[in-house]
């Protein structure tokens, strides 16, 4: 752009939003998608408890609580993080009777559990699934939020536009001159990390309302659900002027 009456040469020049004859610009994409091993597994527990008396109810699921927090503690360092969630308590009415008489209190727990040991994953579902009216869902597979495989995904967006753009600047027998904008447009995990992700099983008690089971089961085998990671980038650079 030629100077005016109201700039001089020295002067920085405002920038345009796209290429000239004497600097033209190329836009491109880079995309990238790895498939990983997942690096944690997150399974949900349901304990329950029933029982004529409010009292009674609660100190039965008060019992059955402590039993399955003991249970996923002794995993010890197999378990990365255990989180209590919901807590429920509430009244049965009997549908034949006149008025709101109660026929039963029922109550319940709902327990996370994260493992980053998927040796153990299987058997501690096995044995949550024989206690007493327990359910068990899961388990999501997921990455961590700080996982190297983002990083590795977005680093080949990368270098996967820088090659793009090289290969359509050869294309016009010219090269790259410098890279103008980089815009990260999405690096995101297919499975999210949050409670939103998809299960893959779905495991539920055995032992429903009835006693607990004469002999312990054997541990479930659980194949791991591969990851998909993905990111994008748009560029833009510019590049010496071609000869058309």
Aim: aromatic letters at 6%; hydrophobic letters at 40%; charged letters at 25%.
């Amino acid at each position: 752009m030629a100077p005016t009456a109201d700039t001089t040469p020295d002067e920085p020049q405002p920038a345009v939003p796209y290429g000239t004859p004497a600097s033209p610009r190329i836009a491109v994409r880079g995309e990238a998608h790895l498939e990983v091993d997942p690096e944690i597994a997150r399974i949900g527990i349901t304990v329950a408890a029933r029982g004529k008396d409010r009292r009674e109810a609660l100190a039965d699921l008060t019992r059955r609580n402590a039993a399955a927090l003991d249970l996923v503690k002794s995993y010890g360092d197999a378990v990365e993080r255990v989180e209590t969630g919901a807590f429920t308590i509430s009244p049965e009415l009997n549908p034949h009777a006149r008025g709101e008489r109660v026929r039963a209190y029922l109550g319940r727990v709902h327990i996370t559990a994260e493992l980053t040991d998927f040796t153990a994953l299987g058997e501690l579902t096995t044995r949550l699934a024989d206690l007493h009216i327990t359910r068990v869902d899961g388990p999501w597979w997921a990455l961590r939020p700080t996982s190297p495989a983002h990083r590795q995904a977005r680093q080949q967006a990368v270098r996967e536009a820088v090659q793009r753009a090289r290969e359509y600047a050869e294309a016009l027998d010219t090269t790259l001159g410098a890279l103008i904008e980089l815009a990260d447009i999405g690096a995101e995990n297919a499975q999210p990390y949050a409670f939103e992700a998809q299960a893959t099983r779905a495991m539920r008690s055995r032992s429903a309302y009835g006693g607990a089971p004469e002999d312990d089961a054997a541990p479930l085998d659980l194949e791991p659900q591969r990851q998909h990671v993905y990111a994008q980038v748009n560029a833009r650079f510019t590049m010496a002027p071609p000869r058309l």
